[in-house]
């Protein structure tokens, strides 16, 4: 009797902390599900403006088309600002690929500019996205607009490459 006893007690203490760890264990699932929706909020804001930059770089390129320097303040600002966001919220591979882009800047290779920049724009659509059918050829049309224009610059890329 003392047995049944003592294990009835032992079985009701045993679902007790069963109950209690489930109940722990959803807690903690549940503040990394919002903490992980928060990170990705951030991520995207942080993508956002970086693409904001790009955006607003090629508007005010083809405003001073003769100019070859966008030596503007608001866009430095605008760019360190995506900069900063990115490193704390964008991947790895993002953050590399901005990188790699930034330094082929200054090497006036302009198909080493066009590929990193494309990297860029490539990897943060498949973060965001997941698997994309948007390819390197579907950006450079959407920022040209112009099918003709995109072909003369992938026959001028291959013309510099065959050099």
Known sequence: MVVNLLLGFIS??????????????????????????????????AYAKLYDFFYEMFKAKKKRKNSQNLDDTDMRNSLI???????MYGTDDV??????YLSSLTEFDLNRQVD????????????????????????????????K???????????NSAI
Do not use: P
Request: net charge positive; charged share 35%.
């Open 81 to 87: 600002d995506a900069k900063k966001e990115l490193i």
């Open 12 to 45: 009701a203490i045993a679902t007790l902390a069963c109950v209690w760890l489930g109940n722990q264990l959803h807690r903690k699932t549940e503040r990394i599900k919002i903490m992980e929706g928060q990170l990705s909020e951030k991520r995207y804001s």
């Open 116 to 147: 990193s920049f494309l990297d860029v724009m490539l990897l943060i659509r498949k973060d965001m996205c997941g698997k994309t059918k948007v390819d390197r050829d579907s950006i450079l049309l959407n920022i040209m607009q112009d099918k």
């Open 95 to 100: 953050v590399f690929a901005l990188n790699k």
């Open 149 to 159: 224009e995109l072909q003369k610059f992938k026959e001028m890329e291959l013309n």
